[in-house]
């Protein structure tokens, strides 16, 4: 009988190996790289994350996809950039400060403690000397720094704009931040409107290049399409229509389709056109301020909706304008689905090709005039196809490219429109009244105006003694301490600005600070970015593919035309996966929904590589995966395969007999070199060397389901050429390989069956080690893995040239011992070949 101490090294377990590799790699620092390392340089970053406590299975799966890049890259010889930071700002540890009266710092210095622990204890490897966090000083200082540039530059200004504002957040939010349904994204409140001075980031002088620079990307296409649309560019013309009765006012339109001009009918203005007011008639004016009023609590996103009652969402001002092309008048009406903020404010309708202006016409008994010919047969509504214009004057005839050309020239030549080009996008509204954010540096002078703090001023910094009130206000606005400062320049008296910045400004530019942490004097230095910069591969949601990435890559075109950044940076992602979502109960597993399922448990029992692979092999990795009841279940057949393959380590370093007893070490006699132990290593050779070749091209690809399915199926034909008579050569050839491909998935495990085989080493552990490499010689495809299977149930697996017979193939599986057993002397009903790949027995 085997004695206690060597039960013990036989065994797999995975929290006593996980804790001992998680402290060789933090004395290690084996990836920790410096800026002058000679390697090929390859960034691998995950998106900043927030710091709301322990980690999820989202922050898991997230940061395993991660971890297992800047694993595989080094082992394929980069030099590989793995930093790691927290994005710390924001309103959870704020709301938590007014609920406990804490400060939010102490909040989120503990969850940053709890989340740092998590993904220790995941294995993820980082370089945590260059950790970097939001409210840290030093950080402050330069988002204030890059500000002051934006606002020397002209792109930071101040407005008085409407804004979205959260009643319960008692903050601005971006349009981004409000859910379809017209809700705050965070505390679900119905977001109103309201006028305020805010300051803004002029997004929009860089429309043109975020939209033409999409295309180099290797991103989602999914990704690029959502910015594209957010971005929306729009071609067509802008021209005036005088409005009857008013010598001096004018209605400006914009529309992509000027040649539809003809069949205009009506025109419809917004809510918030200054016109508005002028030309509303006073028997028009009850309704037309109701409508004005019920806007006022509707979201941009609500009013862009194709839902509702249009006689609701629509009403005449009793004015008419007069089209420039037929001469006829038209009605003006307001409706809440015109935006102030695109083109005018003001649309010309045609109905009988927009089917929101056909069914607005319809409702409000306005005329439809056709001005393309519709296809024989048509028996739609509204049509927006190809077709010759008809009942557009001198149009007539014309296709619809041509007719907009001309449209355009003839509003060139009477001197009232001309060519445009319109933008969905709007600049970035910046200003947040919340005290738990980066503090705008700017003051406010009755004499001198507004000013930004001197640099030798920075970083201004939110006080502690701050008083939360229940209210939910930021302390910032009623702290006079903070508040009411000296002027720079006159030296009379003044006040600070009070709101701070939103959070997306931190995540902005944090890549490029973890390029060069350490710098005092600039916020980050221009040769550290030149190596590292643009990031090559990125991991993140696709929730953010609009805020986070957009706001990221006009920050990176920004700083480089200000000269902070190297000129021919433009973007700064080079490749982005987004993975699927966890969702548990139908919903996006996360702390505010209160449906998390915590890692540590998991840490503390299976193992972290367990629930690894398990993320690994549960599915494409950008597809969402459901966590139900039988996840525990999938999570513990991991373990179990984990075991297995360490069963086959510790076996083949010291085999033993049917009743226990150590043989040799090393495997003791070799097998014979007789024809079937050739035949055997010749056949673990090709399936070795062929799951080396599928791994990695699963691995570059994102397929990292496939890839586990591939060392599965290798530790299977390990244990089947084995028992064939496979010598210890080609054994120990596919055993080292099953370790190395699963160096980047389950790191600890690995790690410890590696040092079992070779030794104990600080340099040359299994993640020292190069990544394998597939034999030419043995990818060829002059032999196949024929699959015997009985009633369609797998029974067996054949080596067999790809050209074989089907009576030869027939006779080699009915020879089969497993398939002997399962006919019982009687014989098959029928053979079904799909060969060289398959063979069923039907009995």
Excluded at 311 to 334: C, E, L, Q
Excluded at 569 to 582: A, C
Excluded at 604 to 610: C, F, I, P, Y
Excluded at 826 to 839: F, G
Aim: proline share 6%; net charge negative.
């Amino acid at each position: 009988m085997p004695d206690e101490d060597q039960l013990e090294q036989d065994t797999y377990r995975p929290t006593k190996i996980e804790r001992k590799w998680q402290e060789i790699w933090r004395e290690s620092g084996i990836y920790e790289i410096d800026n002058d390392d000679p390697r090929p340089a390859y960034y691998v970053l995950c998106m900043y994350p927030y710091p709301s406590g322990q980690a999820h299975q989202g922050h898991v799966r997230n940061y395993t996809f991660g971890d297992l890049t800047v694993r595989y890259r080094t082992m394929c010889g980069y030099g590989v950039l793995s930093p790691i930071g927290f994005d710390s700002f924001g309103l959870p540890a704020e709301n938590a400060a007014i609920k406990s009266g804490r400060h939010p710092r102490d909040f989120t210095d503990e969850r940053i403690a709890e989340l740092k622990s998590s993904l220790v204890k995941l294995g993820a490897s980082y370089d945590w000397r260059r950790e970097i966090y939001s409210h840290d000083p030093a950080y402050i200082h330069f988002n204030q720094v890059i500000f002051k540039r934006f606002l020397e530059a002209g792109l930071a200004y101040r407005a008085s704009a409407p804004v979205n504002w959260c009643p319960g957040c008692k903050t601005v939010l971006a349009n981004e931040q409000v859910l379809e349904d017209g809700t705050c994204e965070r505390s679900g409140d119905r977001v109103d409107r309201r006028d305020l001075e805010q300051w803004f980031f002029k997004i929009t002088n860089y429309a043109d290049e975020l939209l033409d620079e999409l295309e180099a990307l290797e991103w989602p296409e999914r990704v690029k399409t959502m910015q594209r649309n957010w971005i929306g560019r729009s071609q067509g013309a802008e021209f005036s229509m005088k409005i009857e009765g008013l010598e001096d006012s004018e209605l400006k339109v914009f529309t992509t389709r000027p040649d539809t001009a003809f069949g205009m009918t009506y025109c419809v203005v917004a809510p918030e056109h200054p016109l508005v007011e002028t030309i509303t008639t006073s028997s028009q004016r009850v309704v037309v301020e109701e409508l004005i009023n019920r806007v006022k609590s509707t979201s941009d996103i609500d009013r862009q909706s194709t839902e509702g009652e249009l006689d609701k969402r629509g009403a005449f001002t009793g004015a008419y304008a007069i089209n420039p092309f037929s001469g006829t008048r038209v009605p003006i009406y307001i409706a809440d689905y015109v935006l102030m903020g695109y083109g005018t404010g003001a649309i010309m309708a045609v109905p009988a090709e927009d089917q929101r202006d056909w069914d607005f016409a319809k409702t409000h008994d306005l005329p439809v005039i056709r001005t393309v010919q519709v296809p024989d047969g048509w028996q739609g509504e509204a049509y927006s196809g190809a077709g010759r214009k008809i009942n557009s004057g001198f149009l007539d005839g014309l296709d619809i490219s041509a007719a907009k050309a001309k449209a355009i020239d003839w509003l060139e030549s009477q001197g009232i429109g001309t060519k445009k080009v319109n933008y969905r996008l709007r600049d970035w509204l910046v200003s947040r009244q919340r005290f738990w954010g980066c503090p705008i540096p700017i003051i406010y002078c009755a004499n001198c105006g507004i000013l930004p703090v001197p640099d030798d001023q920075l970083p201004v910094l939110a006080p502690d003694d701050v008083e939360f009130r229940p209210t939910g206000e930021s302390p910032l606005s009623y702290h006079t301490g903070f508040k009411n400062v000296s002027c720079p320049k006159c030296q009379g008296p003044a006040t600070r600005e009070t709101d701070t910045m939103d959070t997306f400004v931190d995540s902005s530019w944090y890549f490029l600070r973890f390029c060069d942490p350490w710098s005092d004097g600039v916020p980050f230095s221009q040769e550290a970015v030149s190596k590292w910069m643009p990031v090559d591969q990125y991991i993140g949601g696709i929730e953010h593919a609009i805020l986070h990435l957009m706001y990221a890559r006009f920050y990176m075109k920004a700083l480089a035309d200000l000269g902070l950044a190297p000129k021919d940076l433009r973007e700064p992602f080079h490749r982005l996966f987004t993975q699927g979502m966890i969702r548990m109960d139908g919903s996006k597993m996360s702390k505010s929904k209160g449906n998390l399922v915590a890692p540590s448990k998991y840490y503390d029992g299976l193992g972290a590589d367990s629930l690894r692979l398990f993320h690994l092999f549960v599915g494409p990795p950008s597809d969402d995966v459901d966590w139900t009841e039988q996840t525990d279940n999938l999570i513990e057949g991991c373990n179990r395969f984990l075991g297995r393959v360490y069963r086959l380590v510790v076996d083949s370093c010291q085999p033993r007999d049917s009743k226990g007893t150590a043989l040799a070490a090393n495997g003791g006699t070799p097998n014979p070199p007789g024809p079937q132990g050739l035949e055997a290593d010749l056949g673990l050779c090709r399936a070795t060397h062929r799951a080396i070749e599928k791994v990695t091209s699963d691995i570059e690809r994102w397929s990292y389901n496939t890839a586990v399915a591939t060392i599965m199926d290798l530790v299977n034909q390990y244990g089947r050429y084995q028992k064939q008579g496979a010598t210890r050569q080609s054994l120990n050839e596919a055993r080292d390989t099953i370790l190395l491909l699963l160096a980047p998935m389950t790191p600890h495990i690995a790690a410890e069956l590696w040092e079992k085989v070779y030794g104990q080493s600080s340099n040359n552990t299994v993640h020292h080690q190069s990544w394998p490499k597939a034999n030419p010689q043995f990818l060829k495809s002059d032999t196949a893995t024929l699959v015997v299977q009985v009633n369609g149930k797998l029974r067996d697996r054949l080596e067999v040239p790809t050209n074989i017979e089907a009576a030869q193939a027939e006779q080699l599986a009915l020879n089969l011992p497993k398939v002997i057993q399962q006919l019982g002397g009687a014989s098959p009903k029928k053979v079904i070949c799909r060969l060289p790949n398959l063979i069923n027995i039907v009995i």
